[in-house]
């Protein structure tokens, strides 16, 4: 019989394993037609016999040979019955091959004879000799049969012999909205006629039986059988740990949400939650987005009904492992920041005995309010569902601008009043920042360089803010001490600015509010960078924050730190939001962006060898999400000249306030000049055609006023 070249070669290196493996290989013939692939087989690494009558003569030659020696025994006849078998020791110790298709199949992979009607069911997937090595890679002395196929499947499918691994797989193959798309598993394993197995494997571990198996199926059996919500199912508690690892599984995770939310309809889930019972408790079941939109809802409704906060937020601590929790975090973050509100709101006493009294009790805990309203604003409008959450930002709103800015601002405002001049004794004025938080430092032998970074509109509570996240990093980064300064007023960009350069008197020109640094202007970067390096001798370079990340590190920042000993960087995102009428919605997202710069800017100092760092704010800012009240309003008074209006306050001369409203001169805030400035009391804004009113700053309230100082 004539055969292939391939053929024959293949026979050859069948042959050359199996003598690798074993000292005698018998080779049983009973037609003969091998005898030339036997002629033909070359080998050095054994001795060719051919055994025909002469069974004890081959026996005795093998017996005397060396133990290292091989051999091949070629044997054109049937193999006898056992008790006639002269060689059957030779049998059970050494190797019997066989040439037909199935044998040879058997022995490429490493398998036994006992696996022959395994290879001749499975024929299309021993036919690639690529296949048939990676099987081999992956046996082991004690597979069975369905550990062999199991291995088949998952040579086919390229992943690890694992049914779960499978069955992700699978799932990752078929789009569950495509009605049409194709059986990922019998594309995989049908030419192989291994599909019926792959099934057999599912239902051995999941306990899933189908007359007809599919994916869709299995998928439906799959979900029942886990989730809390829709029919229940049969399969065992596997079926939980493989939704556990598929949900978990990066790889998987993509194709998990499309078939849950694929299944959430098919199964008509939202339905059955909105019929759900008070009773119903969904737990940790997170097998469909749905149920976490349940539980925040239901969060927010037993929120509205005054339920113990320790309750609601022991379930968003448990909730905290969903596999949705990520997608819907900022929901429940928003929803614990007005917990916290509410908590901080309990315990508050915002009664001002005094006016110093009343910057120690906002430096030690007012503030906190502050802080927990902006954040609840900021997660809730970052978590888009505004229908959901409009019934818990009405409450807030009305909670904060009721209960606590209106009574603070005008207790506060009503200590403001009496004052004669612009002064405290419980807070540093911001006009002494320069000496104390650089001058100081820069003058002592063991600082070389100081970087201050000066964030427009930084206000107290987000100061602080910022120096607990820092913190909170021990170890990663910088350590953090927040400080207070008692602002100057008014509290806007131009004089805030100027009180934190060096220099002895500070100025204002009431024709365009304008400020000034011993005569000389200290408006612009550029004329602020001329006042630093007078008082440095050249050594000190003021830089937009902007300018300073996009400077390379090795070259221009090099030589920035190599010419310079004071760095001051100019940062402004939350006054460039706030302070426009189009964009100061968007404020509290402007403070989340600015920790994000103010991180960058902090990452670029450590890249240029910087240990030492200050971080502070020219302003803070009063900030109402909702648009104000028209109570809120009030009028500019009756003046010889006002030269300079702003929503918070105004400049002329010849002022005759009104009834809430408050006048300084120029040197009662200790500024020179001989003009005056009026400041609106309590909330009040005067009105300013075309300018925002929920951002506002340059007054006198705590918020406006009250300056951090963020050591580093």
Known sequence: MTRSPAASSRIHESLDTAL????????????????????????????????????FSVKVAISRAPLAHRFLLYLPSAKPPEPDNWLLDLLLAGHEFTADRASLDIQEA????????????????????????????????????AAVRLKMLAVLAKQQPNIDQLLQHAFSQLDPADKDGDDPVEAAYGSAQLSS??????????????????LRDFAVALFNSVSSIGPAGDLQPHGRVFLSIWKDSLKGRTAFEQWSDHLAGVLRIEDQLNDAPESYNPD????????????????????????????????????????????????????????????????????????????QRYCNSWWR??????????????????????????????????????????????????????????????????????????SSRGLKRLFVVISDALRYEAGRDFADRLNSQAGKGWNAEVDALLGVLPS??????????????????????????????????DNRDKILKAYANGRAKAI???????????????????????????????????????????????????????????????????????????????????????????????????????????????????AGQKVFTAADLGVSGKWEAVFPLGLDRFPRSGSGSRFVHGGTSLQEVVVPVIRL
């Open 20 to 55: 690798a493996r074993k000292r005698v290989v018998l080779w049983y013939d009973p037609n003969g037609e091998w005898a030339s692939e036997f002629d033909n087989y070359q080998t050095a690494a054994a001795q060719k016999l051919r055994v025909e009558g002469n069974e």
């Open 110 to 145: 490493g398998l036994t004879l006992e696996f022959k009607e395994l290879a001749q069911q499975h024929k299309a997937f021993f036919r690639s000799p690529v296949r048939t090595t990676k099987l081999k890679e992956l046996l082991r002395p004690n597979d069975d049969e």
């Open 197 to 214: 197995h792959f099934w057999q494997a599912v239902g051995d571990k999941f306990g899933y039986r189908s007359p007809e198996p599919n």
């Open 284 to 359: 940790d079941d997170d097998s469909y987005e749905l149920i976490e939109r349940f539980v925040l809802s239901r969060l927010l409704q037993r929120f509205q009904a005054e339920a113990p906060d320790a309750e609601l937020l022991e379930t968003i601590r448990n909730r905290s492992a969903s596999c949705w929790f990520g997608r819907h975090q900022h929901g429940y973050r928003a929803l614990e920041q007005a917990i916290t509100f509410r908590q901080l709101l309990g315990k508050a006493d915002l009664q001002v005995p005094s006016f110093e009294e009343g910057l």
């Open 369 to 442: 309010l502050d802080q927990a309203y902006r954040r609840c604003i900021f997660h809730a409008r970052t978590y888009q569902q505004p229908g959901l959450f409009k019934p818990l930002r009405e409450w807030l709103e009305n909670q904060y601008v009721n209960n606590v800015l209106l009574p603070l601002t005008n207790r506060w405002s009503d200590q403001v009043s009496q004052l004669s001049a612009w002064s405290s004794n419980t807070l540093p004025r911001q006009k002494e920042f320069h000496m104390r938080y650089v001058h100081a430092p820069l």
């Open 492 to 525: 806007y960009t131009q004089l805030g600015m100027a009180a934190l350069l060096p220099g002895a008197q500070l100025g204002i020109n009431p024709a365009d509010g304008t400020a000034l640094v011993d005569g000389q202007s200290a408006t612009g970067t």
């Open 544 to 658: 937009l924050a902007e300018d300073f990340l996009n400077l390379p590190t090795t070259k221009e920042g090099a030589e920035l730190i190599k010419d310079h000993d004071l760095i001051v960087v100019y940062h402004n995102r939350i006054d460039r939001i706030g302070d426009k009428r189009e964009s100061e919605a968007d404020t509290c997202q402007a403070v989340e962006q600015a920790f994000e710069e103010l991180d960058s800017i902090l990452r670029k100092i450590t890249s240029l060898k910087g240990s030492q760092a200050v971080i502070t704010a020219d302003h803070g800012f009063l900030f109402q999400q909702e648009p104000v009240d028209a109570n809120d309003r009030s009028e500019f008074p009756k003046a010889k000249d006002l030269s300079f209006k702003n929503r918070r306050f105004a400049l002329g001369t010849g002022i005759q306030p009104s």
